[in-house]
């Protein structure tokens, strides 16, 4: 693990420093875990609550397990992504989970984010997992993210077998229709990002079932996630837009990003 890279487990009621998970774990046999992604500015963990909040569904929805979250022995000077994960722990792949594991991993950063990025949507249909959940499952957005970035862009936007939009392959989506700020549905299994909401608390949004093949049609479009907060993209011949550079510029005042 690299110098910019620590890792915790927590065991007995505390975290202890970590560099590798069991190999019997079922996250690794089976990618059964869930986790949250979270910002670290200055040791602080960014909009703790409401990650903690989404974890906890999660373990309890998906592995049954109660989880109760204490932040890692971060330093005052952390910046960076801080990744929790709840595991199935050892067992089968049918096995009730017992003894789950809980463990952390954080990245620092020291690169100053752009004003825009690029994207692309991605060729091919996905299939909504877990009701939007994050899960050690991530195949199907690591291989849309790795084909646009073949391609020279930054970001791959999903669509699911009806052809709607649904999100980035690294976070929320949302695009300005006809004057209304929109952003798809939970309906459509996307996932309820912690940005994703922070920007509905600050307008008014409408959450829609929308043809990809529309998106020619939207004024501006952007993404959302811990990492990047709100990010302009630009995509076939559409440009950033004032509302996702509004929103971009707050979200970068009340540093709720690293």
């Given at each position: 693990?690299?110098?910019?890279?620590?890792?915790?487990?927590?065991?007995?009621?505390?975290?202890?420093?970590?560099?590798?998970?069991?190999?019997?774990?079922?996250?690794?046999?089976?990618?059964?875990?869930?986790?949250?992604?979270?910002?670290?500015?200055?040791?602080?963990a960014?909009?703790?609550?409401?990650?903690?909040?989404?974890?906890?569904?999660?373990?309890?929805?998906?592995?049954?397990?109660?989880?109760?979250?204490?932040?890692?022995?971060?330093?005052?000077?952390?910046?960076?992504?801080?990744?929790?994960?709840?595991?199935?722990?050892?067992?089968?792949?049918?096995?009730?989970?017992?003894?789950?594991?809980?463990?952390?991993?954080?990245?620092?950063?020291?690169?100053?984010?752009?004003?825009?990025?690029?994207?692309?949507?991605?060729?091919?249909?996905?299939?909504?997992?877990?009701?939007?959940?994050?899960?050690?499952?991530?195949?199907?957005?690591?291989?849309?993210?790795?084909?646009?970035?073949?391609?020279?862009?930054?970001?791959?936007?999903?669509?699911?077998?009806?052809?709607?939009?649904?999100?980035?392959?690294?976070?929320?989506?949302?695009?300005?229709?006809?004057?209304?700020?929109?952003?798809?549905?939970?309906?459509?299994?996307?996932?309820?990002?912690?940005?994703?909401?922070?920007?509905?608390?600050?307008?008014?949004?409408?959450?829609?079932?929308?043809?990809?093949?529309?998106?020619e049609?939207?004024?501006?479009?952007?993404?959302?996630?811990?990492?990047?907060?709100?990010?302009?993209l630009?995509?076939?011949?559409?440009?950033?837009?004032p509302?996702?550079?509004?929103?971009?510029?707050?979200?970068?005042?009340?540093?709720i990003?690293?």
């Amino acid at each position: 693990m690299s110098d910019a890279t620590k890792g915790w487990l927590f065991e007995g009621g505390r975290w202890t420093d970590a560099t590798s998970l069991p190999l019997t774990d079922r996250a690794t046999r089976y990618g059964m875990a869930v986790f949250a992604t979270i910002g670290v500015r200055d040791g602080t963990a960014q909009l703790l609550e409401k990650h903690t909040q989404l974890l906890s569904a999660s373990a309890k929805n998906l592995l049954g397990v109660d989880f109760r979250f204490i932040t890692p022995p971060l330093d005052s000077a952390d910046r960076g992504m801080l990744r929790v994960y709840v595991t199935g722990g050892d067992g089968g792949p049918a096995d009730p989970v017992r003894e789950p594991r809980i463990f952390a991993l954080f990245e620092s950063l020291s690169d100053n984010l752009p004003d825009f990025q690029t994207a692309r949507l991605h060729a091919d249909s996905v299939t909504p997992f877990a009701h939007g959940a994050k899960t050690g499952n991530y195949w199907a957005q690591c291989t849309a993210q790795a084909g646009v970035r073949a391609g020279g862009f930054d970001h791959a936007l999903l669509r699911d077998a009806g052809g709607r939009l649904l999100s980035g392959a690294m976070g929320n989506v949302f695009f300005v229709h006809k004057g209304t700020l929109c952003t798809p549905s939970l309906s459509l299994a996307v996932r309820p990002g912690v940005i994703r909401s922070w920007v509905m608390e600050q307008q008014p949004v409408q959450e829609v079932e929308f043809s990809a093949d529309r998106l020619e049609e939207a004024a501006e479009i952007f993404l959302t996630n811990s990492r990047l907060g709100v990010m302009p993209l630009k995509i076939a011949g559409i440009g950033p837009g004032p509302v996702g550079c509004a929103l971009r510029d707050r979200c970068r005042r009340e540093k709720i990003i690293p």
